[in-house]
């Protein structure tokens, strides 16, 4: 399998300023260390609680933030050493999907011009050409031709979404950051939506990272799980090694949590207790060790790695170091 995106040692590390002074007091420690490797035409989903640095990690690799340090190889180059013009082609063939798509759809343009905004931008002016991409989307993505006259507020929550995939993918990339791309609509919509997320994936040849933290929707759609914990990657395994043989307790802790899902598992339950700790000042040794019902004294001081137990499934537990 081809690798699209190779992510080596990322870190985002947010500066917190003093509000008078404008001095550093702080960090956010959103990404620490993040290695992963994204193939081509699979859709890897990232889950974690809120907070545990998906958006970042998301937004980082588009380059719609300047992470701190690390490498973002994409097909082989380095995007975060990219200049603004050297990036324009990658901005063309990556997109991202939001969870609210009214954020991404200027409510005073009709859905044509918004559909037509991503041509004006990367300087194609062929009105015919435009037009017939256009018709075509609108097929693809299940939208008929009267909704080009119309306002983004016009349009319930699965409509709008639709128009907000419709134009995400216009230009027909290659890459799609879908940024809990359901989570804000009723759920007996959020199928129809992940169903085309699933079409458009197959016929386009589109690869995803899909972020959520509903795991029967991951279940559903992804073809590999990594699972996030304070800004690391904390397990990362194929779709079906996850459901049938996941490893690090928050990955079991997540699990419990979904009643669907963890109902034929044999393995204990485990609720999380507390919140997430501050990804301003994390837990020393393993990140987890405050919330873990296993953790014993070496967690508490010493960092686990991310190792690989079987062919493609990497956990970071000293439960499962030999
Ligand atoms: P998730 O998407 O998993 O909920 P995020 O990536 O949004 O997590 O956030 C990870 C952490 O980084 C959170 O603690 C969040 O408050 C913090 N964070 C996100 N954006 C910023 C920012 N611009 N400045 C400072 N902290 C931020
Ligand atoms: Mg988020």
Known sequence: MKKLFEIKNLNMHYPLLDGVMGNIKGYVYALNDVSIDI?????????????SGKSTLGNSILKLLNPTSGEV?????????????????????????FQNPYMSLNPRMKIYHLLKEPFVIHGIKDKDEINLRIKNILEITGLSEDVLDRYPHEFSGGQRQRIAIARAIILNPSFIVADEPVSALDVSIQAQIVNLLIDLKKHLNLTMLFISHDLSVVKYISDRIAVMYLGEIVEIASKEEFFSNH????????LSAVPVISEDKKNKKILLSGDIPSPQNPPKGCKFHTRCPYAFKKCKCEKPSLKEISPSHNVRCFLFES
Do not use: C, M
């Open 39 to 51: 193939y081509e035409n699979e859709i890897l989903a990232l889950v974690g609680e809120s907070g």
């Open 73 to 97: 190889l994409f097909d082989g180059k380095n995007i975060l050493q990219k200049t603004k013009k050297e990036l324009k082609s990658f901005r063309k063939q990556s997109q991202l999907i």
């Open 247 to 254: 490893k690090h307790p928050y990955s079991e802790a997540l």
